[in-house]
């Protein structure tokens, strides 16, 4: 039997066989089932659809992680994500600054600041930080 989210990523790569182009609204709940499913693995088939048909894929993950961090303790999942993404590539400042102001605003300062130190180590500068 398929999951819905199994059926929701079929009806995804018909529409964009069809030519049609999906946006974010359209692909964020898949997203966020295989996150919470830990389905990493499509998870990441997804982002690289997703860049095959010229999806803002850093965009968009800045956006499933603005909306994951909003959800009531998503903000350990977001973080698990993460861990898996970065190291296959798919991380950004705007990424780095959403988890680490979530982290802050929940009190997990010195997490954030971890997060803040592995982003200075990736090289980015650190006056683009915001919390």
Same mark, same amino acid.
């Given at each position: 039997?398929?999951?819905?989210?199994?059926?929701?990523?079929?009806?995804?790569?018909?529409?964009?066989?069809?030519?049609?182009?999906?946006? !974010? *609204?359209?692909?964020?709940?898949?997203?966020?089932?295989? *996150?919470?499913? $830990? $389905? +990493?693995?499509?998870?990441?088939?997804?982002? &690289?659809?997703?860049? %095959?048909?010229?999806?803002?894929?850093?965009?968009?993950?800045?956006? /499933? /992680?603005? !909306? +994951?961090? #909003? @959800?009531?303790? #998503?903000?350990?999942? *977001?973080?698990?994500?993460?861990?898996?993404? %970065?190291?296959?590539?798919?991380?950004?400042?705007?990424?780095?600054?959403?988890?680490? #102001?979530?982290?802050? %605003?929940?009190?997990?300062? @010195?997490? *954030?600041?971890?997060?803040?130190?592995?982003?200075? #180590?990736?090289? !980015?500068? &650190? $006056?683009?930080?915001?919390?």
């Amino acid at each position: 039997m398929r999951s819905g989210v199994d059926k929701a990523y079929k009806i995804f790569r018909v529409t964009v066989q069809e030519g049609l182009q999906p946006d !974010f *609204a359209t692909v964020n709940p898949i997203l966020v089932s295989y *996150a919470e499913m $830990r $389905r +990493m693995d499509n998870f990441c088939d997804m982002l &690289a659809e997703m860049e %095959k048909f010229d999806f803002p894929v850093i965009d968009d993950l800045s956006k /499933f /992680f603005s !909306f +994951m961090v #909003g @959800k009531e303790d #998503g903000v350990p999942l *977001a973080l698990e994500v993460f861990g898996e993404l %970065k190291v296959k590539g798919y991380y950004s400042v705007g990424i780095y600054n959403i988890l680490m #102001g979530s982290l802050h %605003k929940s009190g997990k300062v @010195k997490k *954030a600041l971890s997060l803040f130190n592995e982003m200075k #180590g990736c090289g !980015f500068a &650190a $006056r683009c930080v915001y919390l």
